[in-house]
Structure formats: structure tokens, C-alpha cells
């Protein structure tokens, strides 16, 4: 019987863009998973979760979508990622699991030549793929000038709407302009201009539409900065009866890091600021994110709505990890409900999993007659304490652990 050591594992948090010219740290480690909660009847219920797999370069190679009904975590869909020599993506397809296969849905393939990109999307229909829509990019010494978007009409490409963008001296954005295409030529629909201080810091981002042969303020944004050149609030107002008035105000704190730890949002209503949306976040000690919890002003408190909890192993060890022939991963570890047992081995596949507990009883007995390589259980019912977990895989078995929390 093979003993090995259970991997150390901590949670991670994606990285949520909210304000785009605000200084974030990134991520230090790979995301192998993510759990989207929603807070219930005073208790957070899980609704649905993805899994990430990597290959030996360490490129993402697939993630799988799981959605929970009763007390089952059922798998839905998977994305898998093709690359080419340059390591650049070459095809992602979606599949759909039903009738207990895997089925074809969707795919994005991609094609480059030179200082353009095309990416082409289409859908799996009667054993063939049909093309849908496609994005052409289009770059300049590194930096992307333009951006059409084409979908598929008549057996051809028929343009729907491009971007067009310039650059300052910095090779910080300067201009964007939106264009559509009415049948014969490209016209003007949207404008967005950056003006920046000496620090090349956007304090204003204007936003124009296209009327009357001229452009028309639509809305705009103010950014304040602290001493270190971080975003600390964002103030969104509306072009309306030829001024500025205020909408919405995003106010920005940082942890000793340099990362989010609360951002507050605020909405403009008879004459003053009222409580609208706040996010928090919580670090591992490696600097990554490991919960986004969302909550809204509801009768004068901040309630909580949903909540995305991330997980993560580090990233030096993952080419020793895959060439390892029994190597797993297991996650959530500890766990609050359940665990995920996933094969990072390429050649290794389970034929059975065993859940037993401290007195050796086993409480969850499955076998496998397809190359299983992902597995879940539930834990939620059972008291909290450690678990262990019998893995049967390539006619060997050893054991895990599992610390069981409540």
C-alpha cells in the first residue's frame, strides 16, 4: 500500500476588476478551484463550483463547472485548452455532460498572423462546427489599435461593431471610439477619453456618444489617489440637463499589502449618498485572495448576499507534482462539506474511492468503470473530525486525510 503525504493546500480568491486603474497585486499561486455560496435563510448554501487542471508548463488545461442539487455535486460542463508551439491558446471547447457522455457545444479557436489575432467562435451542430461570430485584433508595436467584432450571416463575415484606439506618449491609453456598421461604413457611437496626471494616472475617464453629427457627453469618472498611487474612490456621474450630476461613488481600502480588503459603494438619491454595495476580501499568508463575500444595504445594515471562496496550490511544485504517478490533489483541505479528489498524473486514473473514518468504518464506498481522473464527495452529514480517504488507482491503493470542520 502506498502512504503519501496529504498536500498543503490554501484557499484563493479571483481577482475582481473593479476598478481597472487601481494598483492590485497578483496572484502568487495556480487557482485549482472556485465555490460560489449564496446566503440563504442565515446560512450560506453552496450553489455551484469549477475545478482547474494544468498541464506540465503549468497552462491551464481544463476546468470543469459542477452545480450542487439536494446534497449531490453534479458535473455539468468542462473547458479544455489547446495551445501552440508558442504556448499561445490555439482552441478552447465547451462540453456539455448529458447521457452520461460528454457532448460538444461550443469552441473558440484562434489564429495569428504577425500583429493580428482572429478568434473565431462556433457551435457543435449536426456533427459539424457552424461559425457564429468572430473578434479580429489588431496590434501596433505591442499595443492593440483596433478591435472588430464580425458574425456569421449569409455563408460570409458581416462586420457589427469595431475599436479603435490611440495612445499617449507613455503608451497609455489616450482615446478609444466605438464604432457599428451600418451595411456600407463604420459609424461613430461611443467615445471614451482618459485625461491623466503626472503620474500617468487616469483622473478622469470621459464617456461621449455619437449624436447629431457631434459628440455629446454621456457620463464620466473621477479618481482620487492616495500617496502610493492607489485608487481610493471613484466617482461616476451622468452628463443631464447640460451638467454633471452624481450617480454612484466607490470608495477603495487597502490592506498593508497593497490589495482591496473593503470596497463600498454608494448610489445618489434625494440629495445625498445612500449605503448601496459592499465587497470584502481575506488573504492567505502568501499574499492571494482567498474570499470575495458581496453584501448589500438592506434596512440599515450590511447583509450578506454571496460569497466566492478560491482554491490554490503552489505553483513550484506543479511540474515535480505531475510527474509523480500517484500524485493527487484533494480539496478543499480542511473542508466545511465536501472534497474534491482530482488525478494530476496524466496516466492516472481512479477505480475506486473509499471514505472511511477515524475507527476504520467505511462510510462511502465508489467504483469506476470509466478512466475516472475527478471525483466528488459530499461530508456535509458527518461530524466534524478527521476523515481518510481509501484511493484505489493504476492496481494500487493508498490513503489520505481529510479534516472535517464545521
Not at 471547447?93 to 484562434?110: A, G, S, V
Amino acid at each position: 500500500m502506498k502512504t503519501k503525504v496529504i498536500w498543503k493546500l490554501t484557499i484563493f480568491s479571483s481577482f475582481l476588476t473593479l476598478l481597472s486603474h487601481a494598483q492590485m497585486n497578483e496572484p502568487q499561486d495556480l487557482l485549482i478551484g472556485e465555490r460560489f455560496d449564496q446566503f440563504i435563510m442565515d446560512d450560506w448554501s453552496s450553489l455551484d463550483s469549477v475545478s482547474y487542471t494544468y498541464d506540465e508548463k503549468s497552462l491551464l488545461k481544463e476546468e470543469v463547472y459542477y452545480q450542487k442539487q439536494g446534497q449531490d455535486w453534479l458535473v455539468m460542463t468542462k473547458t479544455s485548452y489547446q495551445y501552440n508551439i508558442n504556448m499561445d491558446e490555439s482552441q478552447i471547447i465547451l462540453y456539455e455532460w448529458k447521457d452520461n457522455t460528454w457532448k460538444k457545444r461550443t469552441r473558440d479557436t484562434f489564429e495569428y498572423d504577425g500583429n493580428t489575432i482572429k478568434r473565431t467562435f462556433q457551435q457543435w451542430y449536426d456533427n459539424q462546427w457552424l461559425n457564429v461570430r468572430r473578434t479580429i485584433d489588431n496590434y501596433n508595436d505591442s499595443l492593440r489599435n483596433s478591435l472588430t467584432f464580425q458574425v456569421w450571416e449569409m455563408e460570409t463575415w458581416m462586420n457589427n461593431t469595431r475599436i479603435i484606439v490611440s495612445y499617449n506618449s507613455d503608451r497609455k491609453e489616450d482615446v478609444s471610439i466605438r464604432q457599428t456598421w451600418d451595411d456600407t461604413a463604420w459609424v461613430n457611437s461611443l467615445k471614451n477619453s482618459f485625461i491623466r496626471n503626472s503620474d500617468g494616472n487616469t483622473i478622469i475617464h470621459l464617456r461621449q456618444s455619437w449624436r447629431d453629427s457631434e459628440w455629446s457627453n454621456n457620463s464620466r469618472f473621477l479618481y482620487t489617489y492616495d500617496s502610493n498611487q492607489r485608487a481610493i474612490a471613484q466617482l461616476y456621474e451622468t452628463w443631464s440637463d447640460s451638467s454633471w450630476q452624481n450617480y454612484q461613488n466607490t470608495d477603495y481600502i487597502y490592506n498593508t499589502n497593497g490589495d482591496y480588503s473593503h470596497v463600498y459603494q454608494q448610489q445618489w438619491a434625494d440629495d445625498q449618498w445612500i449605503n448601496d454595495q459592499h465587497y470584502e476580501y481575506e488573504y492567505d499568508q502568501r499574499g492571494n485572495q482567498t474570499i470575495r463575500q458581496y453584501q448589500e444595504w438592506v434596512d440599515n445594515e450590511w447583509q450578506n448576499q454571496f460569497r466566492y471562496t478560491y482554491y490554490y496550490r503552489v505553483f513550484a511544485n506543479l511540474k515535480t507534482e505531475l510527474e509523480d504517478p500517484y500524485a493527487v490533489l484533494i480539496y478543499p483541505n480542511p473542508t466545511r462539506d465536501r472534497v474534491t479528489v482530482q488525478a494530476l498524473n496524466q496516466n492516472l486514473f481512479f477505480t475506486g474511492i473509499s471514505l472511511i473514518n477515524s475507527e476504520g468504518i467505511s462510510l462511502q464506498s465508489r467504483k469506476f468503470r470509466d478512466k475516472r481522473k475527478e471525483e466528488n464527495l459530499s461530508l456535509k452529514d458527518l461530524p466534524p473530525g478527521v476523515y481518510y480517504l481509501l484511493i484505489q488507482a493504476n492496481d494500487s491503493e493508498w490513503i489520505e486525510s481529510i479534516q472535517l470542520t464545521k
